[in-house]
């Protein structure tokens, strides 16, 4: 039951990096001008997708959700959380857009 638990973890902690193993072999392998062309590109276009997410995630913490108080309040919460965590993975992956 702890190995399960320990490997959970671990691939749970592994979730947690933006960028991927093959994104980072991306960024190390881009060496030539149109590796580099398309490699920032494709972060460019990450870091976008991060930002329309956490717009959606911000419209839907303003929305009435309806129920309880404390369950709306909840909710509320937890989708600004979402629009938050989705704009710091934008600036990750700006960044490394940015390097390029």
Do not use: H, N
């Amino acid at each position: 039951m702890k190995k399960i638990f320990l490997i959970c973890l671990v691939l749970a902690a592994a979730e947690m990096s933006a960028i991927s193993e093959l994104e980072k072999l991306f960024l190390k392998e881009a060496v030539t001008p149109e590796a580099k062309k398309t490699t920032k590109e494709y972060f460019a276009k990450r870091a976008q997708d991060y930002k329309d997410l956490a717009v959606k995630y911000e419209g839907l913490s303003k929305q009435p959700q309806g129920g309880k108080a404390a369950s709306a309040e909840g909710t509320q919460k937890k989708y600004k959380k979402l629009s938050e965590d989705s704009l710091k993975e934008a600036e990750k992956y700006q960044a490394e857009a940015d390097k390029l």
